[in-house]
Each structure stands twice: as C-alpha cells, then as structure tokens.
Nanobody
Framework: VQLQASGGGLVQAGGSLRLSCAAS?????????LGWFRQAPGKEREFVAA????????VYSDSVKGRFTISRDKAKSTVYLQMNNLEPEDTAVYYC???????????????????WGQGTQVTVSS
C-alpha cells in the first residue's frame, strides 16, 4: 500500500484546512484502520484521529476533538482530515497511516501501523 498525503499549507489561527490521504497499490479491506498522526519539531509523533475502514468508527485525541473530523471515501480509497478552528499548536508535519487488522484500542498507537505516507506540513500562524 502506498499512501500519498496532501493538503497542507499555511493558514492563520482560526482557519481551516482539509488533508487528503490517497491510497494506491491495494484496496482496503474491511479490517483496515487508517489514522492521522502529527509531529512537531523536537516532539514525538502523536496521534490525531483514526477511522475504521469498514464501519467508519472514529476516534480522536482530546486536543483535536470537536475541531477535526476524519472521514473516508471508499470509492476513491481516500481518507480526509477536515481541520477547523486551527491553532498555532496544531503546527506540525501530518502523516497518514494504514494497517490491516487493527483493533479499536490500537488505532491511536503509531507502532500499530504498517504503512505510512510521506507527510504534509501544516503551519498555523497566530
């Protein structure tokens, strides 16, 4: 599976961006989970949001809950991250990831994922 993340950019605080993660090479089966993670300079990679491919169950980190929405388009094999009311603290490189056979409790754990995209930079100015 190859993942291509896009949609990052520079936005003012309070603004919005939508990230996309397009998959190629293999279609997702029902057991797949897909997640978004981010990494700011000098910090560890942290979980943002995840979704189960089949049932659409979602999970969010507390820091983005209510502001970000993860969704997927099965026909396009694409996962989206709609980010609203962005804050300077959201500045980071955002990565999408995918893996088969993820249980719900593993969705937020980076080491659970087998496939990673290249990352897209999001910069929020104050």
């Amino acid at each position: 599976v190859q993942l291509q993340a896009s949609g990052g950019g520079l936005v003012q605080a309070g603004g919005s961006l939508r990230l996309s993660c397009a998959a190629s090479g293999r279609t997702f089966s029902s057991g797949y989970g897909l997640g978004w993670f981010r990494q700011a300079p000098g910090k560890e990679r942290e979980f943002v949001a995840a979704i189960r491919w089949s049932g659409g169950t979602t999970v969010y980190s507390d820091s983005v809950k209510g502001r970000f929405t993860i969704s997927r388009d099965k026909a396009k094999s694409t996962v989206y991250l709609q980010m609203n009311n962005l804050e300077p603290e959201d500045t980071a490189v955002y990565y999408c990831a995918a893996s088969p056979g993820l249980i719900y409790s593993s969705l937020g754990v980076p080491s659970s994922y087998d496939y990673w995209g290249q990352g897209t930079q999001v910069t929020v100015s104050s």
